[in-house]
Nanobody, 114 residues
Framework: QVQLVESGGELVQPGGSLRLSCAAS????????LGWSRQTPGKRRELVAG???????NYADSVKGRFTIFRDNAKSTVYLEMNNLKPEDTAVYYC????????WGQGTQVTVSS
């Protein structure tokens, strides 16, 4: 059974930082492309960052220079380091893994507010 479990979401003030983690089980982690997406009520889910099996990364324009995605294959975990957070970053953040099939976690809430 494949599981992706996110953690690290919380309430943070504007300008603050958070690190999200996503621990995977039930898949051969190293051969999957990974990503983080986010969603707010009434909006489409948005891809925030992706990392492939060669550790190449890509980011949404709205988070470039502020967010960093990285992976630790030994721990089967993908991370999203978020700096200089803004209120518009408030969302539920989901991690996902893809090779042939795609798997999603349940999400973790990030709220940026003073």
């Amino acid at each position: 059974q494949v599981q992706l479990v996110e953690s690290g979401g919380e309430l943070v003030q504007p300008g603050g930082s958070l690190r999200l983690s996503c621990a995977a089980s039930g898949i051969i982690f190293s051969i999957h492309a990974l990503g983080w997406s986010r969603q707010t009520p009434g909006k489409r889910r948005e891809l925030v960052a992706g990392i492939d099996t060669a550790h190449n990364t890509n980011y949404a324009d709205s988070v470039k220079g502020r967010f960093t995605i990285f992976r630790d294959n030994a721990k089967s975990t993908v991370y999203l380091e978020m700096n200089n957070l803004k209120p518009e970053d408030t969302a539920v953040y989901y991690c996902h893994a893809r090779r042939i099939n795609e798997f999603w976690g349940q999400g973790t809430q990030v709220t940026v507010s003073s």
